[in-house]
């Protein structure tokens, strides 16, 4: 069962995602965290990796991330789905901005150790998220997406 504090931690932790505030999102993740991207096929390590992959997500959506469920494992993890609902504003892997809105549905699994967050893993529908920006989906490749000459 997750507690009180669990809650209010996973709450920081979105406000501050929101807000992309970097030092105030990683100061809720443990030192060691993973953060594994599914549909990317790619996987993140430590505080530095996750300021990697949020820098990434940050400077090519402006989104804001809403909480729609959330359920607990019986080992202690957060199940999530969510939505990042926003507009596509910069490079995404060597797509240039679109302009246009993005309405991505995701899960998340979220492990917690030492009381923070352990680490995020992320499954959601990249070619739909390509098709929202109007990329082509032969970007799409096996391991994730491939960076493309702008």
């Known amino acids: ?3 009180n504090d669990t809650m209010q931690l996973v709450a920081r932790h979105l406000a501050a995602e929101n807000a992309h505030q970097m030092d105030e999102t990683l100061a809720t993740l443990h030192p060691d965290c993973v ?3 599914v549909a990317l096929q790619q996987t993140f ?3 530095a990796g996750a300021r990697d992959y ?3 997500w940050w400077s090519a959506f402006d989104v804001q ?3 729609e469920r959330r359920y607990l494992g019986t080992d202690g993890t957060m199940i ?3 939505r990042y609902i926003g507009r596509h504003v910069g490079d995404f892997y060597g797509i240039a901005a679109s302009g246009k809105p993005i309405d991505l549905r995701l899960a998340v699994i979220i492990g917690f150790r030492d009381g923070l967050m352990n680490g995020e893993r992320f499954y959601y529908d990249l070619a739909g998220l390509l098709r929202q920006i109007g990329a082509r989906t032969e970007h799409l ?3 994730g997406l491939q960076r ?3």
């Open 54 to 56: 949020y820098a990434t």
């Open 65 to 67: 991330v809403q909480g």
């Open 141 to 143: 490749r096996v391991g």
């Open 148 to 150: 493309v000459a702008a």
């Open 1 to 3: 069962m997750i507690d």
């Open 45 to 47: 390590r430590g505080r």
């Open 80 to 82: 999530a789905e969510a």
């Open 35 to 37: 953060f594994e991207d």
